[in-house]
């Protein structure tokens, strides 16, 4: 039985890996063909991200969750986390990727006595919640934009980073009663001491917006996504070496299990797929990768039960 496909070259091997893997689960041999005289080459930044799909079709995973797509770099290089629904990019080196949280950094890290007292309430507060900080977690943190996202992620990446409970903000903040006098203790001297304006922006947005927080809305439950994230943010900070062509892995694979690239059409059942031009940003380069290996996914039943069912 021989089948080929055509047209969109992510979608065609997806849905061949697929195919191939399936045939060999019920002992079916398919010769499966992709019309294609070589493959698109396209690098991308360091990414994390969440994908069954992708990580069986032969992309690296995260150690700790096999359905998480980790794709190294440079240490030097800026990572791509996708996360709410939207790529975020942090830093990897330690230094802070977006303007506030390099702004942050040089309040903690500043040798100012001015700075002193901030720096200890602040840790303090860090360390009753059980939150570990990293650069790359204040980078997520300011990315977001509405504030139980932004508590979502401090609260559970920063606790698995260490891995501790912690205690809840509610008993940080203290009885609902005095919480607007605390909440306006605790922010004002960061005003007189930010050295960067959106980093004070933002410091009056989040301190306007806690005051009007119900706690109790804060999510208690973790998407596979956001688990993943947990899991592997550390050893995606760490995994360090060339910028990396995801598509050489779903060649791999797809060779690895049979199939062949040709040149002419061969005989067999046809499949073909729209072609889309491959984009030129990262982002637009992976949204692309992994819209098209979902095409290829969505088109497999259709084609297994043409090639497994008779005609009637």
């Not at 790359?136 to 609260?155: C, G, H, I, M, Y």
């Amino acid at each position: 039985m021989s089948i080929y496909f055509e047209g969109s070259w992510p979608a065609s091997v997806a849905a061949a890996v697929l195919l191939l893997t399936k045939a060999r689960r019920f002992g079916i041999h398919l010769n499966v063909s992709i019309v294609q005289d070589q493959r698109p080459c396209k690098t991308v930044a360091p990414a994390l991200f969440y994908s069954p799909l992708l990580v069986g079709l032969g992309l690296p995973h995260a150690t700790n969750d096999p359905s998480m797509v980790m794709l190294p770099g440079k240490s030097d290089s800026a990572g791509l986390v996708y996360l709410k629904e939207r790529w975020l990019r942090i830093d990897r080196s330690g230094f802070g990727e977006r303007e506030e949280s390099k702004a942050m950094l040089s309040i903690l890290q500043s040798q100012d006595k001015a700075d002193w007292s901030l720096q200890q309430k602040f840790f303090a507060g860090c360390q009753q919640l059980g939150i570990t900080l990293e650069p790359a977690l204040l980078d997520l943190f300011f990315a977001l934009d509405d504030l139980d996202d932004r508590l979502d992620v401090l609260l559970r990446i920063g606790r698995c980073i260490k891995g501790s409970t912690g205690k809840s903000l509610q008993e940080l903040l203290g009885p609902i009663d005095n919480r607007e006098i605390l909440i306006h203790k605790t922010f004002q001297p960061w005003y007189a001491r930010c050295p960067n304006a959106l980093l004070s922006e933002q410091i009056r947005k989040i301190e306007t917006e806690l005051l009007h927080f119900n706690l109790q809305m804060l999510s208690s439950v973790s998407t596979p996504s956001m688990l993943g994230l947990q899991r592997s943010l550390v050893d995606f900070l760490g995994a360090i070496s060339a910028r990396v062509d995801p598509l050489s892995y779903l060649q791999k694979q797809y060779q690895f299990l049979g199939g062949k690239f040709v040149k002419t059409r061969p005989s067999g059942k046809r499949i073909s797929f729209p072609k889309v031009q491959i984009p030129n940003t990262d982002i637009e380069m992976l949204d692309w990768l992994i819209d098209e290996t979902k095409k290829g996914e969505a088109a497999v039943e259709d084609i297994w039960r043409s090639l497994s069912e008779p005609e009637q």
